[in-house]
């Protein structure tokens, strides 16, 4: 009998409060799940070659299908190849920063857990190796807020920590339409730091400090200190938006963006994920 039956799930999209970047040195994100975007896999087990239907990247899906299904066969664990049909749907805009590859890897892994019979904790493992054929090397961060479904603090090398916040302030998002690989933005902050490595680590010195400024506007507006938490809120993001300005990841068209907001009332607003392009996230009273 086939290892694959049918199966399906839903995982969202992420986005970053803060901390992208020198998260790859140390410093800790802060992500959480987006309220709007989502990605869907369904398989519908069958006869005859796997048919592969996907809202875009249908030959990337398969490679990473192909490249599993060999690795397993390399390592002597045979598995047969999925039949039937396979139904990827995803609302997460690619080259957003809201992580289309990393829910994209994180569903992949979910239907593939079963048949390759992987260990539960191997998961996250998994997900990331597949990730890493889209960046070259993934942090982990946007595996671990995919899986998570819930805010979390993300270190490098460390269990992502959740974050237990049951109330968020106001965040809205606003695409400036312009998108960016992941892989070159992380190609542009290298460059930069070895252009200027003391002003490089003064910028991770900033991000870091602007992660523990959300951290605790997070807790503190959820505990009901709204002004208090807002106001570290505010300052974390402004600190990570500076942060993104020295590494020259912030378009005109999200600078244009970001003032619009601010001058409609949000109290602060920064371009999140890698950079480049995407979305600008806004906070408001």
């Keep these: 009998m086939s290892r694959w039956a049918d199966f399906e799930c839903r995982v969202p999209g992420k986005w970053v409060l803060c ?17 709007e975007f989502a990605l869907t896999l369904r398989f519908k087990a069958g006869g005859g070659d796997l048919r592969i239907t996907v809202t875009e990247g249908r030959d990337a899906v398969r490679e990473l299908i192909d490249a599993v299904i060999e690795r397993e066969g390399e390592e002597e664990r045979s598995v047969e190849r999925p039949r039937g049909e396979l139904v990827i749907e995803s609302t997460i805009p690619i080259g957003s920063g809201l992580g289309s590859s990393a829910a994209l890897c994180v569903a992949l892994m979910r239907w593939m857990s079963e048949p390759l019979r992987l260990e539960r904790d191997r998961d996250f493992d998994f ?13 982990g961060m946007d595996i671990a807020a995919v899986m998570s479904g819930k805010p979390i603090a993300y270190t490098m090398g460390r269990a992502p920590e959740r974050l237990e916040i049951r109330k968020l302030p106001r965040f ?14 992380v190609f542009r902050v290298d460059r930069k730091r070895e252009e200027a490595p003391m002003l490089a680590l003064e910028t991770d010195d ?24 807002l106001a570290n809120l505010a300052q974390g993001m402004e600190q990570a938006h500076e942060a993104f300005l020295r590494w ?12 619009q907001q601010l001058r409609e009332g949000a109290i602060s607003a920064r371009l999140t994920g890698a950079g480049g392009g995407g979305f600008v996230v806004a906070l408001w009273k």
């Design 19 to 35: 901390g992208e970047h020198a998260v790859l040195r140390g410093a800790t994100a802060v992500a959480l799940p987006h309220p």
């Design 172 to 185: 809205t998002f606003h695409d400036t339409g312009l998108r960016a690989r992941t892989s070159e933005c």
């Design 248 to 259: 020259e990841l912030v378009p005109a068209e999200a600078l244009r963006m970001r003032e």
């Design 127 to 139: 997900a990331r190796e597949l990730e890493n054929r889209f960046h070259g090397s993934s942090s």
């Design 206 to 229: 900033l991000m870091r400090r602007a992660s523990r400024a959300c951290m605790q506007g997070l807790a503190q507006f959820d505990a009901g200190v709204l002004d208090a938490g």
